[in-house]
């Protein structure tokens, strides 16, 4: 214990150092860390580090989910629901069968239950790259929900796929009717659990008495607990945790307060940050034993690392096929969406670029690992370590070739300006302009009917008036930005000061700080 607490969190440590140079290199960071743990691995007398799948499936799975479904916007999912659901599983389906046909042809020994086995692992895109890798360019809204939308419902049917070609490879037989059966129930009934469980934690929020501190300890259980019982049902407890955090993330006002939902986007940053570390690290880290076991099997090294270039070919292949069909699907049978994408150029490029985006990560990594060394009647699994090999392989080269080229392509592909959503600032002053006519359309309607007589709703609603007379440029200019953000710093200064004052409560000092730090980060977001 003593030797490997100080590796792990030397293991933190680089995990922030490595982010930070990526930010400055403006490049993802899974890349950075899958890099610096291939390297870290051949160094000499660190301890070995041996994953469970169990621990990749149950620890770091289920919160990287759950945050990534409180994450996405909900809106843009409804929106295009169809081609996420098209790419989600249809095109998972598609590309597991290109892999598991290519690969019984020209690997040696390789069924098609082999091939399928593969394909289920290594067919779906990391969400988390893809959200990396999409904060370096500039999209449109809708494409980043697809690609986020899709990242995240087919993990499910990619553990779907994996799980029962590993049944038609331990019994060698595939029953289609029990197959379909299960299907389903995994599909519809991790949904249904994930509904379920997702409103009774909901509904435990607003009904007990919870602070912020128990409302965030609530929140770090619940995918865990959404994700036990959906595997203990033999459902799909990948499904479960995103239906559920889907659920609840879209009730977020209704069952936490201000306090919980600020505090409680500062510790999950924080720790999903230090996972996703860990496991992109980790697969770095993986190397050496995978090689070690193609040694002990006597496959060349040259032999296997070609095998991996050509999965990872095959992937690629397929999601361009399975994006341009998809664009003349659109342009077939929708085509007032596809009026929007105004340009024959657009029209034929962006099938492209969405074909490029598949980085492989996490998933891909656990569903490897989660292979049995043997059946349980002590028969080697076929194949485990070339499997393992290539899946690395085809993370290593996704995260790197594609990751690293992506943003360079998009930004001189030239397709998105045409399709461009709506800027930004337009939005916000909008929706600004909006609230202070609310605002003091409510103050009216209070101050006349219940509150005529009162100073203080007098005073307010003045106030209101007077700031719904202004306009952004009047009174949020950047001269009066820096003199306010001046203006705080000056108040942290002085009640600094008087904590020096042992007769005052640091409490209540603390209190203040906080204060002064949502004050900055609102005129921030302005």
């Known amino acids: 214990m003593h030797s490997v607490l100080p590796f792990m969190l030397a293991m933190v440590a680089a995990i922030v150092l490595l982010e930070m140079w990526a930010t400055k290199l403006k490049i993802a960071y899974p890349i950075l860390l899958v890099l610096a743990g291939l390297a870290i691995s051949f160094i000499p007398g660190l301890p070995v580090v041996k994953i469970s799948p169990d621990m990749i499936f149950f620890i770091f799975l289920p919160p990287l989910l759950f945050e990534a479904a409180w994450s996405i916007s909900f809106n843009e999912m409804t929106k295009w629901w169809r081609i996420i659901g098209s790419f989600a599983f249809l095109v998972v389906f598609f590309t597991a069968l290109s892999v598991a046909v290519v690969t019984s042809y020209l690997i040696p020994g390789f069924t098609l239950a082999l091939g399928f086995l593969l394909g289920g692992i290594v067919s779906p895109p990391d969400a988390v790259s893809t959200g990396a890798i999409m904060q370096f360019v500039k999209i449109p809204k809708s494409t980043a929900a697809i690609l986020e939308g899709e990242s995240l419902l087919n993990d499910a049917s990619s553990l779907i796929i994996f799980r029962f070609a590993l049944i038609a490879v331990g019994t060698g037989q595939f029953v289609w009717g029990q197959a379909t059966l299960s299907f389903l129930w995994m599909v519809f009934g991790g949904t249904g659990i994930g509904l379920l469980i997702g409103w009774l934690f909901v509904q435990a929020h607003r009904r007990l008495p919870t602070d912020a501190p128990s409302d965030i300890a609530f929140t770090l259980i619940e995918p865990y607990f959404l994700y036990w019982v959906a595997e203990q049902l033999h459902s799909s407890g990948v499904l479960a945790v995103v239906v559920g955090g889907l659920y609840m993330a879209n009730r977020r006002l209704l069952f936490l307060n201000a306090t919980s939902r600020i505090r409680a986007l500062s510790v999950w940053e924080s720790f999903v940050f230090i996972l996703n570390g860990i496991v992109f690290l980790i697969i770095g880290l993986q190397l050496p034993q995978i090689v070690d076991g193609l040694r002990s099997r006597g496959i060349p090294l040259r032999t296997a690392i070609g095998y991996g270039v050509l999965v990872t070919g095959v992937l690629i292949v397929a999601r361009i096929?399975?994006?341009?069909?998809?664009?003349?699907?659109?342009?077939?049978?929708?085509?007032?969406?596809?009026?929007?994408?105004?340009?024959?150029?657009?029209?034929?490029?962006?099938?492209?670029?969405?074909?490029?985006?598949?980085?492989?990560?996490?998933?891909?990594?656990?569903?490897?690992?989660?292979?049995?060394?043997?059946?349980?009647?002590?028969?080697?699994?076929?194949?485990?370590?070339?499997?393992?090999?290539?899946?690395?392989?085809?993370?290593?080269?996704?995260?790197?070739?594609q990751?690293?080229?992506?943003?360079?392509?998009?930004?001189?592909?030239?397709?998105?300006?045409?399709?461009?959503?709506?800027?930004?600032?337009?939005?916000?002053?909008?929706?600004?302009?909006?609230?202070?006519?609310?605002?003091?359309?409510?103050?009216?309607?209070?101050?006349?009917?219940?509150?005529?007589?009162?100073?203080?709703?007098?005073?307010?609603?003045?106030?209101?008036?007077?700031?719904?007379?202004?306009?952004?440029?009047?009174?949020?200019?950047?001269?009066?930005r820096t003199l306010f953000l001046e203006m705080l710093e000056s108040q942290r200064q002085y009640l600094a000061t008087l904590n020096k004052d042992l007769s005052i409560d640091e409490d209540i000092i603390r209190g203040q700080l906080y204060q002064l730090d949502l004050e900055e980060e609102r005129w921030r977001m302005l």
């Open 403 to 480: 990751g690293l080229t992506l943003p360079y392509f998009i930004r001189h592909a030239g397709v998105f300006a045409p399709i461009a959503d709506e800027p930004e600032e337009t939005v916000k002053k909008r929706l600004k302009l909006g609230m202070r006519d609310h605002t003091n359309q409510f103050l009216r309607n209070k101050h006349e009917n219940e509150w005529k007589d009162h100073a203080g709703v007098q005073k307010l609603l003045q106030h209101w008036e007077e700031k719904s007379n202004n306009t952004d440029e009047d009174w949020m200019n950047g001269t009066t």
């Open 321 to 401: 096929i399975s994006s341009y069909t998809a664009m003349v699907a659109t342009l077939i049978f929708r085509p007032g969406v596809a009026s929007r994408v105004s340009t024959r150029k657009t029209r034929w490029v962006l099938p492209l670029l969405l074909g490029w985006t598949g980085m492989r990560g996490v998933v891909s990594l656990a569903a490897a690992l989660a292979i049995p060394v043997a059946f349980d009647n002590g028969t080697a699994f076929p194949h485990r370590d070339i499997i393992l090999f290539i899946t690395f392989i085809v993370i290593l080269l996704t995260l790197v070739v």
